[in-house]
């Protein structure tokens, strides 16, 4: 079964008018692993779209989606699957045996997807120019960068899989940030990127765990609260940074203009309110 949710694009003056429900309605990601569904988000930011797939009693498969308009969701698009949970299968242009956190990148044109296995798929895509070559990704082979201290709550290694220095795509950038023991803090001193707009999933929390997930201008910051495999999607004008009530990891993912990680506007403390 397939479910699709569309989501309009928000500026920044009326996001600010937002309450609670209206913010966690825009914004929030959640419910997209359901066993026997896939369900996506079609985003029009940078039309990416976020959402999941959770095999059940068999195989899904993902094909058409109408609001692609095109015979396949891959026929002008590219995806990056994401393995969460035990270990699956994904069958598109080949076989690809996944296990948790490994990312598989399809090009444009990979065609019809199945999903089969446990666990569950975090699957995301953005409109694409060009077929580059589908390729599986293991951590080891993600470039790394650990950022942060200790003393800060911030310590954290960012590894990046689907990047100009590991692999090429058109649109998408696909990494997944781990904090170490101790470390809550992600993105802080937070910044925002108007070329890309971003969506983050956070994962490996337990039941009772939440992240505080910071969205908003610099100056008009508003707040959702996130618990296990919910995410947040990020216009190009927010800031996207979090602090949990324990570490964690999360998927982060953008689509834009470029495919340049560094291309950001640092926020200063003093602007943050
Ligand atoms: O912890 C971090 O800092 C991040 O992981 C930041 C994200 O990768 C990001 O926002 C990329 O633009
Ligand atoms: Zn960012």
Redesign the pocket.
Known sequence: MLNVETRHAIDPATAATFDTTELREHFHVSNIFVPGEINLIYTHYDRMIVGGATPAEGPLELDHVAECGTASILDRREMTIVKLGGPGKVTADAEYDMVHGDMLYLGMGAGKITFSGEGRFYIISAPAHQTYPSRLIKIAEAANVT??AAENC?E?T?YQFVHPDVMKSCQL?V?M?KLQKGSIW???PA?V?DR?M?AYLYIDLDESARVIHLMGEPDETRHLVLKNEEGAISPPWSI?SGAGTSNYA?I?A?AGDNVD?KD?EMVSMETLK
């Open positions: 950022l942060g911030n954290r960012i950038v990494g940030t992600n993105t802080m910044h990127h890309r971003e996207h999360f982060w953008m990680y950001v």
